[in-house]
């Protein structure tokens, strides 16, 4: 007997829900979308658990009459395609015919659904795959799924998932990318029967943007709009007042699908490299409109990611378009600008205040002497080299690099990462060791909070306020800023607090506090230290260099970067055929 059998249907559907079916937001995402779909106005997500005990997805959109909503659950059932050659012309989210039957593998499904009119409604059981039953059931015009359990089977899956916070903060996320692409929908979502967004119909994209950022940070978009050999790019982008840490808020939709796409983000990363430093993200919502021909969005089976026929073209125009906004006239060469921007940026880190005009406080402010001595001198050297002090400063180069002499090599210091690597460890150790001096603003600063900053906060606010913020939500979708840690000093606070919330949700629990402490030292350290072209005297290089010495990692920035190159005299040797 041959050994090669076809699987159960049951289990080629878990096999098949695998790809399609990740997490609470991938079963949120199809079920909106399915929603989207079917004419909806109006749009209410519900998750418990962090969608892991229970979702509920309502619309108002067409219903399906009862022997299609017992079909919508047979693999490869859908009413969107009928043959091969609609795939090149897809004008809906769906068209596999695959989604409702995965979910209803993974979990318990019940889908409840009515066309309206008099005929009355149906509803439809699935448990683990299998139809537990098909019954009449009330409903108004529209469908509302509730999906229970998932993963119960498949517990591999289920312990994949990350905290309730976070799994309800990616549905949130998620829905917000598809009420960008859909503002003439009202979209309500409730957490553990408690509001979490609302986001009514609106005209357009810019008054859906405004929903979902606040007023504040809506303020930095600039329209975006171009076409280009039979396409356009149209959307909104933020100005470089408005940065991220992540790149999560670039949002890029192609015939508005919500997609992921490494070489458009490298195109937007193009036009945004002399506005941002390295590390910085820019806000941004733009929609490709190509034709459908142009584009196969059957390449993954979540519709994540899509082909281009024109790669390059696309590219380009996302480039230009965006270069043309933000009025950048020469984009693409950040040798040119950045150091410059960079010095603007952080100006105020000068200051008369600060021993004297020209000299950064930081470096001004003698470094207290390492603790246990100079016995650390020696300890945790990562480089033979570092040992040997001292270490004699000779120049500066193009003011940001400073040249120095070993007793048996040449070495060049990265003026900012090698500071920054300084006030890292000071700060750090201040921090650790609890002497955390607040410093209370002035005016109290308020941030918007979306739902998935929200549920960051609330995760993390005993740490926050233990690292010295102080922070309070004021309404549903504002937090108020009244102290900051002292040792933030002129960081925007503002955008600190905001980068914090935007990553925590992706932390593991168990890095916690100690991981926020890195991340808000290394930010303050960042905005202190001194800048690349800022003209240092001899005295300074000497401070620098002898404190980056003491340091614990002399050999890089809290950021991994190198702050220390090393030319050994016997390389030096060598290349001068001395040897
Ligand atoms: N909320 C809904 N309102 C009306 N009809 C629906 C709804 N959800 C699903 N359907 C019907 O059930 C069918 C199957 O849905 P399913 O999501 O499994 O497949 P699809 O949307 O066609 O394709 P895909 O797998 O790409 O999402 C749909 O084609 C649609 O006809
Ligand atoms: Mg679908």
Request: proline letters at 7%.
């Amino acid at each position: 007997m041959g050994t090669i059998r076809v699987l159960e249907e049951i289990v080629a559907s878990q096999i098949a829900a695998g790809e399609v079916v990740e997490r609470p937001a991938s079963v949120v995402k199809e079920l909106v979308e399915n929603a989207l779909d079917a004419g909806a106005a109006r749009i209410e997500v519900e998750v418990e658990g962090g969608g892991a005990d229970r979702i509920r997805v309502s619309d108002d959109g067409s219903g399906m009459e009862g022997d299609d909503a017992r079909l919508a659950f047979e693999r490869h059932a859908t009413s969107k395609i009928r043959s091969a050659s609609d795939l090149q012309a897809i004008a809906t989210y769906g068209f596999r015919g695959e989604a409702l039957p995965s979910i209803a593998s993974v979990s318990r499904t019940t889908l409840t659904t009515s066309p309206g009119g008099s005929g009355g409604g149906t509803r439809v059981r699935i448990a683990c795959g299998a139809v537990v039953s098909v019954e009449p059931a009330p409903h108004p015009r529209g469908t509302t799924v509730e999906v229970e359990a998932l993963f119960e089977s498949t517990p591999a899956r289920r312990k994949f998932l990350r905290t309730r916070a976070t799994e309800t903060g990616r549905v949130a996320d998620l829905l917000a990318r598809l009420a960008v692409a859909n503002p003439g929908v009202s979209f309500v979502m409730k957490s553990g029967g408690r509001a979490l967004a609302s986001w009514p119909a609106v005209p357009g994209l810019g008054e859906r943007v405004a929903q979902l950022l606040g007023p504040e940070e809506s303020r930095a978009l600039v329209d975006v709009d171009r076409r280009e050999g039979g396409l356009r790019l149209r959307g909104l982008a933020s100005s470089p007042s408005l940065q991220r840490t992540t790149s999560r808020d670039e949002h890029l939709f192609v015939n508005g699908r919500p997609i992921q796409d490494r070489r458009l983000l490298h195109a937007v990363q193009e036009a945004y490299v002399t506005l941002l430093p390295r590390g910085r993200f820019p806000v941004l919502y733009l929609f490709l409109e190509i034709p459908a021909t142009e584009v196969d969005v059957n390449v993954h089976p979540a519709k994540a990611e899509v082909r281009f026929l024109r790669a390059s073209a696309v590219h380009g125009l996302v480039r230009d378009a965006l270069a043309a906004a933000l009025g950048v006239s020469r984009p693409f060469a950040r040798y040119e600008m950045a150091p410059r921007l960079d010095a603007a940026r952080h100006g105020n880190v000068w200051g008369p205040q600060a021993g004297g005009p020209g000299v950064p406080h930081a470096l001004a402010e003698p470094s207290p002497p390492p603790p246990g001595g100079t016995s650390r001198l020696q300890a945790g050297r990562e480089d033979p080299l570092i040992d040997s002090v001292p270490i004699a400063p000779l120049a500066q180069f193009r003011e940001s690099y400073i040249l120095a002499s070993a007793p048996d090599g040449l070495v060049i210091l990265d003026q900012h990462a090698a500071h920054e690597r300084v006030l890292y460890e000071r700060y750090l150790a201040q921090s650790r060791a609890g002497r955390i001096e607040r410093q209370r603003l002035l005016f109290p600063l308020t941030l918007d909070l979306s739902p998935s900053r929200r549920l960051a906060f609330e995760a993390a606010a005993a740490s926050l306020e233990e690292l010295g913020f102080g922070l309070s939500p004021f309404g549903d979708d504002t937090l108020r800023v009244d102290e900051v840690p002292a040792l933030v000093g002129s960081a925007d606070p503002a955008r600190l607090v905001q980068g914090l919330l935007d990553e925590l949700l992706e932390w593991s629990k168990a890095e916690g506090i100690e991981r926020l402490r890195h991340r808000v030292v290394a930010s303050a350290a960042c905005h202190a230290a001194v800048t690349a072209n800022q003209p240092l005297d001899g005295a300074r290089m000497r401070q620098l260099v002898s404190d980056l010495m003491r340091t614990e990692h002399p050999m890089t920035c809290p950021h991994g970067r190198p702050a220390l190159l090393r030319l050994g005299l016997d390389q030096l040797e060598r290349e001068f055929r001395r040897r």
